[in-house]
């Protein structure tokens, strides 16, 4: 276990930058690349001239094949003023580089991307004394989801578990960092499971590597006019499930135009400590409109600007959709304007289930479920007690429970699979570590475990650590 770390230089240039003034984040990359009318063998170029699978719209590819475009695009951004430019890696994991049969190629694309994207940000900062550039390293959320039923047959099944998540974000980490990021961004989060194992396999890479940057989330919420993510939580609930995170920023980005993102990012404001980012997309997609997009640069500096105005935003820029022109006129909309003040959050015990639950007194009613090998009826027994008003789920793990590891996985899908539990935090108890953690990969939201799961000395403290990278509290 490292106990120091390394800080990168990032750190105290971004403080002070965000100290200073609402940064700018840059715009669409697809936007941009589908301008060029790029060809199938523009993206196989030489290397991949014979691969058996399509490969256009595989942006990321391009990284290798066509890195001058990509190139071009970020070089059009900081012209634009953006101080920070995001990778072209938005696919550079190997879940959704399976669908191309690029798996192995997935270090290779996420580092390509950073450099391509360190290059002409050093390229800019030698131009002009005093410039600064930053680059994103943007881990994507995969093509898959953790807390999701993909089998509505079995309400246990999910299409990856946070094991195969982890692993894929590793690597790809390795790569940005290898190619020169000097952030890593965990963007357009739809199931929060996923991000939680995105931040997971981070914190590993950090310390097998003893150093770390600055890390940044945003998330997506799908519905216009809804207060709830792709995967079920409220933003409150969301927030408090990385909370655990040390992040530069929390925000949101894509699916959304700045009208219906709005009264989410001004909640998120209300709520985090952290610095807030928001880019959405140019308004919802409408085909019958040349660009495919309703905002142009002027309708969307005008609502940013006046959400800067408003103290909400510490940095900004735009999503799907998003040009050059339109980065160019938000910047010049929050010229000047005051960044977002620190926000000040009373200590409390903090959790969420797919709704937020804030402990301060009295310790709430809980729902006391013993996983003995029948899940079912664990199952039945919690609807029972949160009908007759539990707000927290405690599930206690038999000892030598066979292949417990596997059962308390099943139970803790089988309990989101149902409305009224997945809605509350759970607090895992139990003489096998092993169970507990297995329990803690299958939480979207905050849970907790009791002291204890942690066992003594040296172990204790793995545990401890491993328990906050899972974003649990210990109770």
Same mark, same amino acid.
Not at 322 to 333: D, V
């Given at each position: 276990m490292?106990?120091?770390m390394?800080?990168?230089k990032?750190?105290?240039?971004l403080?002070?930058?965000?100290?200073?003034?609402?940064?700018?984040?840059?715009?669409?990359?697809?936007?941009?690349?589908q301008?060029?009318?790029?060809t199938?063998?523009?993206?196989?170029?030489?290397?991949?001239?014979?691969?058996?699978r399509?490969?256009?719209?595989?942006?990321?590819?391009?990284?290798?094949t066509?890195?001058?475009a990509?190139?071009?695009?970020?070089?059009?951004?900081?012209?634009?003023?953006?101080?920070?430019?995001e990778?072209?890696?938005?696919?550079?994991?190997?879940?959704?580089?399976?669908?191309?049969?690029?798996?192995?190629?997935?270090? &290779? !694309? *996420?580092? =390509?991307? %950073?450099?391509? $994207? /360190? #290059?002409?940000? @050093?390229?800019?900062?030698?131009?002009?004394?005093?410039?600064?550039?930053?680059?994103?390293?943007?881990?994507?959320?995969?093509?898959?989801?953790?807390?999701?039923?993909?089998?509505?047959?079995?309400?246990?099944?999910?299409?990856?578990?946070?094991? &195969? !998540? *982890?692993? =894929?974000? %590793?690597?790809? $980490? /390795? #790569?940005?960092? @290898?190619?020169?990021?000097?952030?890593?961004?965990?963007?357009?989060?739809?199931?929060?499971?996923?991000?939680?194992?995105?931040?997971?396999?981070?914190e590993?890479?950090?310390?097998?590597?003893?150093?770390?940057?600055?890390?940044?989330?945003?998330?997506?919420?799908?519905? =216009?006019?809804?207060?709830?993510?792709?995967?079920g939580?409220?933003?409150?609930?969301?927030?408090?499930?990385?909370?655990?995170?040390?992040?530069?920023?929390?925000?949101?980005?894509?699916?959304?135009?700045?009208?219906?993102?709005?009264?989410?990012?001004e909640?998120?404001?209300?709520?985090?400590?952290?610095?807030?980012?928001?880019?959405?997309?140019?308004g919802?997609?409408?085909?019958?409109?040349?660009?495919?997009?309703?905002e142009?640069?002027?309708?969307?500096?005008?609502?940013?600007?006046?959400?800067?105005?408003?103290?909400?935003?510490?940095?900004?820029?735009?999503?799907?959709?998003?040009?050059?022109?339109?980065?160019?006129?938000?910047?010049?909309?929050?010229?000047?304007?005051?960044?977002?003040?620190?926000?000040?959050?009373?200590?409390?015990?903090?959790?969420?289930?797919?709704?937020?639950?804030?402990?301060?007194?009295?310790?709430p009613?809980?729902?006391?479920?013993?996983?003995a090998?029948?899940?079912?009826?664990?199952?039945?027994?919690?609807?029972?007690?949160?009908?007759?008003?539990a707000?927290?789920?405690?599930?206690?793990v038999?000892?030598?429970?066979?292949?417990?590891?596997?059962a308390?996985?099943?139970?803790?899908?089988?309990?989101?699979?149902?409305?009224?539990?997945?809605?509350?935090?759970?607090?895992?108890?139990?003489?096998?570590?092993?169970?507990?953690?297995?329990?803690?990969?299958?939480?979207?939201?905050?849970?907790?475990?009791?002291?204890?799961?942690?066992?003594e000395?040296?172990?204790?403290?793995?545990?401890?650590?491993?328990?906050?990278w899972?974003?649990?509290?210990?109770?």
């Amino acid at each position: 276990m490292v106990t120091h770390m390394t800080l990168h230089k990032s750190f105290g240039e971004l403080e002070q930058l965000l100290n200073e003034r609402i940064a700018v984040i840059d715009g669409a990359m697809g936007t941009m690349l589908q301008r060029l009318g790029l060809t199938e063998a523009d993206y196989r170029g030489a290397r991949f001239k014979d691969w058996p699978r399509e490969l256009k719209g595989l942006h990321d590819l391009l990284n290798v094949t066509r890195p001058e475009a990509v190139a071009e695009v970020h070089r059009q951004y900081l012209a634009a003023g953006a101080d920070i430019i995001e990778t072209n890696t938005f696919n550079s994991q190997a879940v959704s580089l399976a669908d191309y049969g690029l798996v192995a190629a997935a270090r &290779e !694309l *996420a580092r =390509a991307g %950073a450099a391509v $994207a /360190r #290059g002409v940000a @050093d390229e800019v900062m030698r131009a002009r004394a005093g410039r600064q550039c930053f680059v994103a390293g943007v881990l994507g959320p995969t093509s898959k989801t953790a807390s999701m039923v993909t089998d509505l047959n079995d309400p246990a099944a999910r299409g990856i578990t946070f094991d &195969e !998540l *982890a692993a =894929a974000y %590793a690597d790809a $980490a /390795r #790569g940005l960092l @290898d190619g020169g990021a000097d952030t890593l961004l965990v963007e357009t989060i739809f199931d929060t499971l996923n991000a939680k194992a995105a931040f997971f396999a981070i914190e590993q890479v950090f310390e097998e590597r003893g150093a770390r940057v600055p890390l940044m989330a945003s998330v997506t919420f799908i519905q =216009a006019g809804g207060n709830r993510g792709a995967s079920g939580q409220t933003v409150e609930a969301f927030w408090n499930s990385i909370a655990h995170v040390p992040l530069l920023s929390v925000g949101m980005n894509c699916a959304l135009g700045p009208r219906e993102m709005r009264p989410l990012i001004e909640e998120l404001a209300r709520l985090a400590p952290a610095r807030v980012s928001c880019h959405p997309n140019a308004g919802l997609p409408d085909a019958t409109l040349p660009s495919g997009f309703p905002e142009t640069p002027e309708t969307m500096a005008r609502e940013l600007g006046e959400w800067a105005r408003n103290g909400w935003l510490n940095l900004v820029g735009g999503c799907c959709g998003t040009t050059p022109e339109h980065i160019r006129a938000i910047a010049a909309a929050v010229s000047g304007v005051k960044p977002r003040a620190p926000l000040t959050v009373a200590p409390a015990l903090r959790l969420s289930g797919l709704d937020a639950l804030t402990v301060t007194g009295e310790w709430p009613r809980v729902a006391r479920v013993t996983l003995a090998g029948d899940e079912e009826a664990a199952v039945e027994s919690a609807l029972d007690q949160v009908d007759d008003g539990a707000e927290i789920i405690d599930v206690s793990v038999s000892a030598g429970l066979p292949d417990a590891a596997r059962a308390v996985t099943r139970l803790m899908n089988l309990l989101a699979f149902e409305p009224a539990l997945a809605r509350k935090p759970v607090l895992l108890s139990g003489p096998e570590w092993a169970a507990v953690e297995a329990g803690l990969k299958c939480l979207q939201g905050r849970g907790a475990v009791t002291a204890g799961c942690l066992g003594e000395g040296a172990e204790r403290a793995r545990r401890e650590q491993l328990a906050r990278w899972y974003g649990a509290a210990v109770v």
